[in-house]
């Protein structure tokens, strides 16, 4: 089946810093993929909805200059936290529609990743 | 805004027992319903999908109902077993493709 990795799986870093997340399609080509966000014990939060060649669609509440995200590619989403506060520690799972399955139940299927857990100091 | 809501938060039972895990939703016009289990730390395994016009799909030991007009889904768990213990999680597909998710239901089974 269709694979989305996630790098790197889990970061540490300063307060004030920026961090950088992956997420990648493997074996497809991703016109749409999503970011969500788990705080501990609680469900995941949609944050955004990447677009490939165009600007992100944020949900409301999710700051856009505080969560950057860039679809350079097909298959490639980047989200970069900038200016990282300990507030900010969390779970970030991406997830990543193939638009070229059209022909089965499968095309309903969106494939996540594995997550990256991000902690700030 | 769809809301999805996960009953009960935690369940603990011993093992071989059957259980039901509830998640309802406020909008009815979903794509479809998907059932997920997460392990502490870990990510997402899909364990059942099903689509808006289904009332039901079944997975080994595993039986997923949706019932869209009342925004209800059930997943079954027959003869439950230690290796069952995680995070439920259900999701909704809304027309633009996001995923809304429940709050989740913690599953204990005690051998």
């Known amino acids: 089946g269709a694979v989305v990795s996630q790098h790197p799986s889990r970061v540490i870093c300063k307060s004030g810093t920026s961090v950088k997340i992956e997420c990648r399609s493997l074996?497809?080509?991703?016109?749409?993929m999503f970011w969500y966000r788990q705080f501990p014990k609680k469900s995941l939060m949609l944050m955004a909805t990447?677009?490939?060649?165009?600007?992100?669609?944020?949900e409301q509440g999710v700051e856009k200059d505080k969560f950057l995200i860039n679809h350079a590619s097909l298959t490639l989403s980047t989200l970069t936290v900038t200016s990282a506060h300990p507030e900010d520690s969390s779970f970030y799972i991406c997830?990543?529609?193939?638009?070229?399955?059209?022909?089965?139940?499968?095309?309903?299927?969106?494939?996540f990743g594995p997550g990256t857990r991000l902690l700030v100091l | 805004k769809q809301e999805v809501t996960q009953i009960p938060a935690a369940l603990s039972v011993p093992e071989g027992e059957n259980l039901v895990l509830n998640c309802s939703f406020t909008?009815?016009?979903?794509?479809?319903l998907q059932w997920f289990r997460q392990d502490p730390g870990k990510g997402l395994t899909s364990l059942l999908l099903i689509q808006s016009s289904q009332r039901e799909q079944t997975s080994g030991r595993l039986n997923a109902s949706l019932d869209k007009s009342s925004g209800r889904s059930t997943l079954y768990i027959a003869a439950s077993q230690p290796g069952d213990s995680a995070t439920y999680l259900c999701a909704v597909r809304g027309t633009g493709n996001q995923f809304y998710f429940g709050t989740g239901t913690s599953l204990t089974v005690i051998p």
């Open positions: 990447s677009n490939e060649g165009s600007k992100a669609t944020y």
């Open positions: 074996d497809f080509q991703a016109t749409t």
């Open positions: 909008d009815s016009a979903i794509y479809n």
């Open positions: 997830s990543a529609r193939d638009p070229a399955l059209r022909t089965s139940e499968i095309q309903e299927t969106q494939y």
